[in-house]
C-alpha cells in the first residue's frame, strides 16, 4: 500500500502551484481591467401624458398610436437585447388626459398610488425628470403623486423661493442631480461598477405658464447656465458618464437667456455624455431635423454628442447605445448610436406591437373609473363641433369656448366695478393637427355631448382668468395671433401654404366679441418669442366693436386661460398685471356648465374674423385631416386638392376679392377720370354696365350676361379705338371676360 501525502508538504505544493496560476472568474487582473468594454443602453421614454393605456378617452375608443402600455413592450424587448440597460423618464406625466384629470379631480390620500405610478413602478425607472406639466394640479399634488414612484426625481433649475436676491444661498426644490453605481457586465464576463451621473433641467417658463402654483414657493434658473455649474460639481464626485434628460426641445442653434428649448445648448457644455431630451413632442433622431448645424441623423448625434428624444404619449421608446473603455480609474465613451423605435406604422396605421397585459391590470380599476366619468353627459348640441378648419376661418369648438367664457365672466363681475364693461372672449383651437398629427383634430357629432367631448374640446386643465385691456392692447394681441399664418405674396403663380406649421396652434387667439380681418399680404408684426421684428406691419385691419372702430383707450374685459394670462405665449402686454378677477374655476368646467345651463347649444361660428381680400388670385393651401372634407361648404371658399404628407391631406383657400359687377363699373369710372377713355365710347360702356346692373337686380342673369356681351362688342369695335388707350382696353377686356366666366 502506497503512503499518503504528508499535510504539510501538500500544503507547500499547493502554495507553489498557486503562484504560478492566474485566477480566473469575475475578478479581473489590472491589465484586464483597464481594457474592459462596457456596452451600456439607456431608454427614454417622454410627455406620456397619462396615456397609460392603449385608449383614446375623448373619441371613446381602443388606439394603436399611443400609450405606454404598448412602449412597455418595447422596453422589455429592448432590454432583452443589451446585457446592461437604464431607464429614464424625461417628465410631463401627471396630465394631458382625462385619466389624468379623474385622478387630481378626486385627489390623492395618504399612500395611495398614482395609476401613473402603479405602471412605471413595475418596468423598473431608474430615474425621471420633472416636466412643465407637472405643475398643473399644484405643488401638493406633485409631492403626493411622485412620492410613491419606485425611482428618484431629479431636477436642477427649480428652487424654493426663500424671498431674498442672494442666489448664493438658494436651496433646490427637488434633488438636482443623483450619481448612480451601476452594476455592469463587460465584455469579457467580468462584473464593472459604472458611476452613471443623471441630472434633470425643466423650462425655466413654468413661472409664467403655472405662475398661481408657483409664485412664492418657487423660482427657476436657466437651463445652460445650470447645467455649465453642476456638470464639473459632477464630474468632482466621481460620475464616469453623465446622462442630461432636459424636458426641453432641441431649440436654437445660438444661446439664448433663460431658453425654453436649450437641448442644442446643452451639446456644448463640456462633460455631457448623453442626451434623452422632450417637451416638443418629436422624435430625434429623424428627417424633422435634417440639415442643422451638427446633427448627425445616422449616428444620431448634435455636435458629437449621442441624443435621443421619444416622440410623445409613448408612441416611442429612445435609445441610446454607448460603448464605454475602462480608462485607468474612469470610463470613457469610444462610440455611440441613437435611434426610436415606434409602437406603431405611421404608414399603414397597424400596431407594431402588443400591450403590456400587467400595465393593463395596474391601472384597470382607474381606467374602468375614467371611462364612467367620461360618458356621463351634459346635455346636446345642434350642430357637429370641429377643428378641421379652425386655422383658416371661424371655428365652432373656437366659438362654443368663447360662448361659455363670456357667459361665465358676465355673471361673475355682477355687483362688481366691472359690470358694464365690454366682454371679450380669447380661446384658441387646441387640436388643430400640427405635431399632434392628421388624427389630432376636435369632432364632436350632432346630438348629446358627454364629458369626454368637453375634454376633446379644451384638453387642458387651465383655470379662468380675466384681463382688463384698452383697445390698443387688444389690436396686439391679435396681431402676435396672426403670426400663425405666412406672409403671402398676391401676385406669385407659385402655391404658397397659409399656415405657418412652427407656431403652435394654441397660440392663435381668436377673440370674440370684436370684428376684424387678417391680412395676410403684410409681414408678422412680432416673431414667435414676442419680439416686434416689423414694427410697420398692420395685419390686423377693421378692428370693430358693436359696428364701430376700436379706439385705443377703449377698455374692455377679455375671458382667456390663466397661462395666456400670466403670459404664456410671450405675447404683448400680458404679463399676469393685468388679471382683475380670478374665478377658481377651469376653462373646461365653465363650459360644461354653460352647457349644462342651456340644455341645447347651437355652436355655429359667428364669423367674427375673416382674412381680407387680395389682389391677384394665388394658390394657397393649407393641410387638415383627411375628415374635413364632408365639411367643406359647396359656396364657402375651401377646396379639397389631395393627398398631402404624413396621413395630412391638403386643402386650398381663396381669398382673392370676387368678381362682381362693380369691378368694370369702378375701372371704366376711373379710366374716364384719367383721361383714357372719351365719349362716346365712355357713355356706351357706362349705359351697357347700368343696363346690365338692372337686370341682375330683377334677378335675370342672362340678361345681364347678355348686356356684358354687348359691352365686349362695343370695347372691341376698332372705330372705338381713339377713344380708349390700349392699357384700359386690356383692363376692361380682362374684368368683363372674368366676370362672365364667373356667372358662367
Do not use: C
Not at 164 to 170: G, V
Not at 638 to 649: Q, R
Amino acid at each position: 500500500m502506497r503512503r499518503g501525502i504528508n499535510g504539510k508538504v501538500f500544503f507547500f505544493i499547493l502554495i507553489a502551484v498557486l503562484m504560478f496560476v492566474p485566477f480566473s472568474g469575475n475578478t479581473t487582473n489590472a491589465e484586464t481591467t483597464e481594457n474592459s468594454i462596457v456596452n451600456l443602453r439607456l431608454m427614454e421614454t417622454t410627455d406620456i401624458h397619462v396615456n397609460l393605456v392603449n385608449y383614446n378617452y375623448y373619441q371613446d375608443t381602443p388606439t394603436n398610436q399611443y400609450g405606454l402600455a404598448l412602449t412597455a413592450t418595447l422596453i422589455k424587448q429592448a432590454r432583452s437585447e443589451s446585457t446592461n440597460s437604464m431607464l429614464f423618464d424625461n417628465g410631463d406625466l401627471l396630465q394631458g388626459n382625462p385619466l389624468g384629470d379623474y385622478v387630481a379631480r378626486n385627489g390623492l390620500e395618504e399612500g395611495e398610488v398614482h395609476p401613473v405610478y402603479k405602471a412605471m413602478n413595475l418596468l423598473n425607472y431608474d430615474a425621471a425628470n420633472i416636466g412643465n406639466h407637472e405643475f398643473n394640479y399644484g405643488i401638493d399634488f406633485l409631492k403626493e403623486a411622485i412620492d410613491d414612484a419606485n425611482f428618484p426625481y431629479i431636477n436642477a433649475n427649480v428652487y424654493y423661493d426663500d424671498g431674498d436676491s442672494d442666489p448664493t444661498n438658494d436651496q433646490h426644490f427637488f434633488e438636482p442631480y443623483k450619481i448612480m453605481q451601476k452594476q455592469v457586465v463587460d465584455t469579457n464576463g467580468s462584473t464593472q461598477t459604472v458611476d452613471v451621473g443623471v441630472i434633470g433641467f425643466v423650462p425655466p417658463q413654468i413661472m409664467q405658464w403655472d405662475k398661481a402654483n408657483l409664485e412664492g414657493n418657487v423660482i427657476t434658473k436657466g437651463i445652460y447656465e445650470t447645467a455649465s455649474k453642476y456638470v464639473p460639481i459632477m464630474k468632482d464626485q466621481g460620475a464616469d458618464i453623465i446622462v442630461a434628460i432636459p424636458h426641453s426641445g432641441l431649440g436654437s442653434v445660438e444661446l439664448q437667456e433663460r431658453e425654453e428649448n436649450a437641448t442644442y445648448n446643452l451639446t456644448e457644455v463640456e462633460g455631457i455624455d448623453a442626451i434623452m431630451f422632450g417637451h416638443a413632442h418629436e422624435a430625434f433622431p429623424s428627417e424633422t431635423f435634417a440639415g442643422i448645424p451638427g446633427v448627425n441623423l445616422e449616428k444620431g448625434t448634435i455636435n458629437g454628442v449621442p441624443s435621443v428624444e421619444a416622440g410623445y404619449w409613448g408612441n416611442h421608446l429612445g435609445i441610446i447605445d454607448l460603448k464605454l473603455e475602462k480608462n485607468g480609474e474612469d470610463w470613457d465613451v469610444i462610440d455611440s448610436s441613437a435611434d426610436v423605435r415606434a409602437i406603431y406604422d405611421e404608414t399603414t396605421g397597424e400596431a407594431l406591437v402588443e400591450p403590456d397585459q400587467e400595465i393593463l391590470d395596474a391601472v384597470s380599476e382607474e381606467h374602468q373609473a375614467t371611462l364612467e366619468y367620461i360618458r356621463s353627459e351634459v346635455g346636446e348640441t345642434t350642430a357637429p363641433i370641429y377643428s378641421y378648419f379652425a386655422l383658416v376661418k371661424d371655428d365652432p369648438s373656437v366659438q362654443i369656448v368663447s360662448n361659455a367664457q363670456k357667459w361665465y365672466t358676465k355673471e361673475a363681475i355682477e355687483g362688481t366695478e366691472y359690470e358694464g364693461l365690454p366682454i371679450l372672449s380669447a380661446a384658441a383651437p387646441f387640436k388643430a393637427g400640427g405635431r399632434g398629427g392628421p388624427g389630432y383634430y376636435t369632432y364632436i357629432p350632432e346630438g348629446p355631448v358627454a364629458i369626454k367631448n368637453i375634454a376633446d374640446l379644451y384638453v387642458y386643465p387651465n383655470t379662468l382668468k380675466v384681463v382688463k385691456l384698452n383697445g390698443e392692447q387688444i389690436r396686439q394681441w391679435l396681431e402676435m395671433s396672426a403670426g400663425q399664418f405666412n406672409q403671402i405674396n398676391p401676385e406669385s403663380s407659385e402655391p404658397q401654404s397659409m399656415v405657418d406649421l412652427d407656431f403652435s396652434t394654441y397660440n392663435f387667439d381668436v377673440i370674440d366679441g370684436v370684428t376684424y380681418e387678417i391680412d395676410v399680404t403684410e409681414p408678422s408684426r412680432y416673431n414667435n418669442d414676442g419680439e416686434l421684428i416689423n414694427p410697420n406691419a398692420q395685419r390686423i385691419t377693421n378692428l370693430r366693436y358693436n359696428g364701430e372702430p376700436v379706439q385705443d383707450d377703449q377698455a374692455f374685459l377679455v375671458a382667456t386661460n390663466n397661462y395666456r394670462a400670466s403670459g404664456g405665449g410671450n405675447f404683448p402686454n400680458l404679463d399676469g398685471s393685468q388679471i382683475v378677477l380670478s374665478p377658481q374655476i377651469q376653462n373646461r368646467q365653465a363650459v360644461i356648465q354653460y352647457i349644462q345651463e342651456n340644455g341645447t347649444i347651437d355652436p355655429s361660428a359667428d364669423g367674427n374674423w375673416s382674412f381680407a381680400q387680395m389682389e391677384g388670385d394665388p394658390q394657397l393651401t393649407f393641410q387638415s385631416s383627411p375628415d374635413a372634407q364632408p365639411f367643406i361648404q359647396s359656396d364657402g371658399n375651401i377646396t379639397y386638392i389631395g393627398e398631402g404628407t404624413n396621413g395630412f391631406a391638403k386643402y386650398g383657400i381663396d381669398l382673392s376679392k370676387p368678381v362682381t359687377l362693380s369691378t368694370p363699373q369702378e375701372d371704366v369710372a376711373d379710366f374716364v377720370e384719367a383721361g383714357k377713355i372719351d365719349h362716346p365710347l365712355a357713355v356706351q360702356l357706362t349705359n351697357k354696365l347700368k343696363q346690365a346692373e338692372h337686370q341682375l337686380e330683377k334677378g335675370h342673369k342672362q340678361q345681364a350676361m347678355k348686356k356684358m356681351e354687348g359691352f365686349l362688342k362695343h370695347l372691341n369695335n376698332k372705330a372705338m379705338d381713339k377713344f380708349i388707350t390700349a392699357d384700359a382696353k386690356e383692363n376692361l377686356n380682362n374684368a368683363a371676360n372674368e366676370l362672365l366666366d364667373s356667372w358662367k
